[in-house]
């Protein structure tokens, strides 16, 4: 089974009106899944998935979050909850796991 790793690449935030106080507009995240072979099998295998998600950031709702005051793990649970559904990704992304330690198909020529 792969271990899942989560990151917030960068963030891109409003600057004007001034109101909006640095309001995140955008997430760039990326989720990489490592799993280690087994056995004589001394390959560690790897794959990742990124993408970007948007926001309609509101300062004046009572539960606005000022850019200075905002962490890793809010802007995650931000993505989560508009439109990346983490157990997908990481079914995925153990999916594409799967396939390298048991390909299912190749590639080459036979004269090669």
Known sequence: MATFNWQILQLER??????????????????????????????????????????????????????????????????FANGVEKSEVETNLQANIDAQITPTTASGTPWA
Request: glycine letters at 6%.
């Open 14 to 79: 409003d600057l004007l009106p001034e109101d909006m106080n640095g309001a995140i507009v955008i997430a760039h995240w990326n989720c990489t899944a490592t799993q280690e072979g087994t056995g004589d099998d001394a390959v560690n295998y790897s794959a990742s998935n990124y993408g970007t998600v948007s926001f309609t950031p509101d300062p004046t709702a009572s539960d606005y979050t000022p850019y200075a005051d905002v962490t890793e793990e809010m802007v995650k649970n931000w993505v």
